[in-house]
């Protein structure tokens, strides 16, 4: 077996077809580190590849922990990777067989779960760069709808560019200060952001480098939930054989010292907008701080 570092495209890392190989993608999904059985002709081939780099074990073992030690990914499995706040090994790791459960199933419960979160938060977990306009307000503060703040990359004030030693971003709060801004006579006072439309251009990186435990934790309470919903629109007829394509199956999965049983509401609606209730308490309360109309401000 050898290891790799490599670029991805569309999703995959390069050689993710070689024999046997296996893959970790990086927290913004650009990069990889790949395993595979390489012959002499692949490790000719990978090693020539101007986009990759050979790792020794202990090497790929150092990046995957700045890497925030992301799950191995397959094949098999590849297709579904990236569509959820949780993962097809995740809900596996608890109990999920393929008896109970196909990587389809799966994959749609993780969808469904994902964006019932994003409703009953109203954000999603997504690391994105943004740019956007906004009016200043005669006040040395700026207040941004879309945080946490990971970085501010540029800042624009009435088309003058604002040096980073004279703002600092506030990240869990999601807003900008002004801390040293010099005056510009006839366009701005010392220290505020002038009263205008859209004259404040804002240029960052938002939301977050690693999906918080809490919010993977509710994804997957809420995929296990949300998977009897799936396996009763495939099968509604209530059996006692294991297999559940011809029956629904689950009953419970303990995960860790929660037991989960399935009782859905089946008036439960996604969709856009916001929600008062996942239809989980322990989900509710897992994702409560991380609700936009919980967050408190303190300036």
């Given at each position: 077996?050898?290891?790799?570092r490599?670029?991805?495209?569309?999703?995959?890392?390069?050689?993710w077809?070689?024999?046997?190989?296996?893959?970790?993608?990086?927290?913004?999904?650009?990069?990889?580190?790949?395993?595979?059985?390489?012959?002499?002709?692949?490790?000719?081939?990978?090693?020539?590849d101007?986009?990759?780099?050979?790792l020794?074990?202990?090497?790929?073992?150092?990046?995957?922990?700045?890497?925030?030690?992301?799950?191995?990914?397959?094949?098999?499995?590849?297709?579904?990777?990236?569509?959820?706040?949780?993962?097809?090994?995740?809900?596996?790791?608890?109990?999920?067989?393929?008896?109970?459960?196909?990587?389809?199933?799966?994959?749609?419960?993780?969808?469904?779960?994902?964006q019932?979160?994003?409703?009953?938060?109203?954000?999603?977990?997504?690391?994105?760069?943004?740019?956007?306009?906004?009016?200043?307000?005669?006040?040395?503060?700026?207040?941004?709808?879309?945080?946490?703040?990971?970085?501010?990359?540029?800042?624009?004030?009435?088309?003058?560019?604002?040096?980073?030693?004279?703002?600092?971003?506030?990240?869990?709060?999601?807003?900008?200060?002004?801390?040293?801004?010099?005056?510009?006579?006839?366009?701005?006072?010392?220290?505020?952001?002038p009263?205008?439309?859209?004259?404040?251009?804002?240029?960052?990186?938002?939301?977050?480098?690693?999906?918080?435990?809490?919010?993977?934790?509710?994804?997957?309470?809420?995929?296990?939930?949300?998977?009897?919903?799936?396996?009763?629109?495939?099968?509604?007829?209530?059996?006692?054989?294991?297999?559940?394509?011809?029956?629904?199956?689950?009953?419970?999965?303990?995960?860790?010292?929660?037991?989960?049983?399935?009782?859905?509401p089946?008036?439960?609606?996604?969709?856009?907008?916001?929600?008062?209730?996942?239809?989980?308490?322990?989900?509710?309360?897992?994702?409560?701080?991380?609700?936009?109309?919980?967050?408190?401000?303190?300036?």
């Open positions: 077996m050898g290891y790799w490599t670029v991805t495209i569309e999703g995959k890392p390069k050689f077809d070689k024999p046997n190989c296996r893959w970790k993608l990086s927290p913004l999904e650009d990069e990889a580190i790949i395993e595979f059985t390489a012959t002499q002709v692949d490790y000719d081939e990978v090693n020539n101007p986009d990759t780099t050979e020794t074990r202990m090497q790929a073992e150092t990046l995957s922990k700045t890497w925030n030690d992301p799950v191995w990914l397959y094949p098999s499995t590849s297709q579904l990777s990236g569509i959820g706040y949780c993962s097809l090994t995740d809900l596996r790791d608890k109990g999920i067989t393929t008896e109970m459960a196909t990587d389809e199933e799966l994959g749609k419960s993780i969808r469904l779960a994902t019932t979160i994003d409703s009953f938060c109203n954000r999603n977990f997504w690391r994105r760069e943004k740019k956007y306009l906004l009016d200043g307000d005669g006040t040395s503060v700026l207040f941004l709808d879309d945080r946490p703040i990971i970085k501010i990359l540029n800042l624009k004030i009435d088309d003058v560019e604002v040096t980073s030693s004279e703002y600092k971003a506030y990240s869990e709060a999601g807003y900008i200060k002004l801390t040293g801004l010099e005056p510009v006579p006839g366009k701005r006072m010392k220290g505020v952001f009263s205008g439309d859209q004259n404040i251009e804002v240029f960052g990186q938002f939301g977050f480098e690693v999906i918080p435990a809490e919010v993977r934790q509710a994804c997957i309470l809420l995929s296990i939930d949300l998977l009897q919903e799936i396996k009763s629109e495939i099968d509604l007829t209530e059996s006692d054989n294991k297999s559940t394509r011809n029956a629904i199956g689950l009953k419970s999965v303990k995960i860790e010292d929660v037991s989960v049983e399935f009782q859905y089946n008036s439960l609606i996604r969709g856009e907008g916001s929600r008062i209730t996942t239809g989980n308490t322990e989900v509710d309360v897992l994702l409560l701080k991380y609700r936009k109309d919980m967050e408190a401000i303190v300036i």
